[in-house]
């Protein structure tokens, strides 16, 4: 029904990887539920491993404890896991390694089980000891611009508009320079698919999408914070 619509005949040889794509950025009742699933056994795991984690410990050690956590809680796998610390906070894509977490730094960990083959993206910042007033200010921004676009996003709207109701109030904090990606992604049986949070992207948003909302702010030398929420379209 969905080629008929799209004026697709089965006697033509065409490449239908976009429509499917397009499809797929709808979820279904039982797909939204994996999601939540995945993101309930993800919360879980990070409540109790910030309990046990603290400065002094390396990368890779608070990682390999959030993925037994999440393992321990449900999950069929692992679909994500950064955790960065320090000045490496501000690499967005950057590696986990055996740096170690000192106090007064930022500890950034993005991460998501997965559920019945499904995941949870989530990223949460850090700090043990006292952040500096920079600090402060730019997760103070960050928090806001999650918020911002959270309670804008909505049936209707465009992919472009999500993206700039968060810039603006990263902008206005006086962080935009430092704002370097897209506002989020879609989320389904991959951890990154339609639709693209970004401006310039007009698609709109209808109920049953599922998306990350990250806004984040890099700064070199100092660090970067990013706050990740999975949400869903409804009616």
Same mark, same amino acid.
């Given at each position: 029904l969905a080629f &008929? &619509?799209?004026?697709? =005949?089965?006697?033509?040889? *065409?490449? !239908?990887?976009?429509?499917?794509? $397009?499809?797929? =950025? /709808? @979820?279904?009742?039982?797909? %939204?539920?994996?999601? /939540? /699933?995945?993101?309930? !056994? $993800? +919360?879980?795991?990070?409540?109790?491993?910030?309990? #046990?984690? @603290?400065?002094?410990?390396?990368?890779?050690? *608070?990682?390999?404890?959030? =993925?037994?956590?999440?393992? +321990?809680?449900?999950? /069929?796998?692992?679909?994500?896991?950064? %955790?960065?610390?320090?000045? &490496? $906070?501000?690499?967005?894509?950057?590696?986990?390694?055996?740096? %170690? #977490?000192? +106090?007064?730094?930022?500890?950034? *960990?993005?991460?998501?089980? @997965?559920?019945?083959?499904?995941?949870a993206d989530i990223t949460r910042t850090f700090c043990v000891g006292e952040p500096t007033d920079q600090m402060r200010a730019m997760y103070k921004a960050v928090y806001e611009a999650n918020l911002a676009a959270r309670e804008f996003a909505r049936p209707g709207v465009t992919c472009h508009d999500v993206d700039r109701v968060a810039r603006q109030v990263i902008e206005d904090a006086g962080f935009g320079e430092y704002f370097i990606h897209r506002l989020g992604h879609g989320l389904g049986l991959s951890v990154h698919e339609l639709p693209n949070i970004v401006g310039g992207n007009k698609t709109v948003l209808e109920p049953g999408m599922v998306f990350t909302i990250e806004p984040g702010v890099y700064i070199p030398q100092v660090g970067g914070v990013r706050i990740e929420d999975n949400v869903v379209v409804t009616d």
């Open positions: &008929k &619509k799209a004026g697709i =005949s089965s006697r033509n040889g *065409i490449d !239908i990887g976009g429509l499917l794509l $397009s499809m797929r =950025s /709808q @979820k279904a009742d039982d797909e %939204v539920a994996n999601i /939540q /699933q995945a993101v309930n !056994i $993800s +919360e879980a795991a990070l409540e109790v491993t910030m309990q #046990w984690a @603290k400065p002094g410990m390396t990368e890779r050690q *608070i990682a390999d404890k959030l =993925s037994a956590e999440m393992t +321990e809680r449900g999950a /069929q796998g692992i679909a994500f896991m950064l %955790v960065l610390t320090g000045e &490496k $906070s501000g690499l967005p894509h950057g590696n986990t390694g055996d740096r %170690v #977490w000192g +106090e007064d730094e930022f500890l950034l *960990i993005d991460f998501g089980a @997965k559920y019945n083959d499904y995941p």
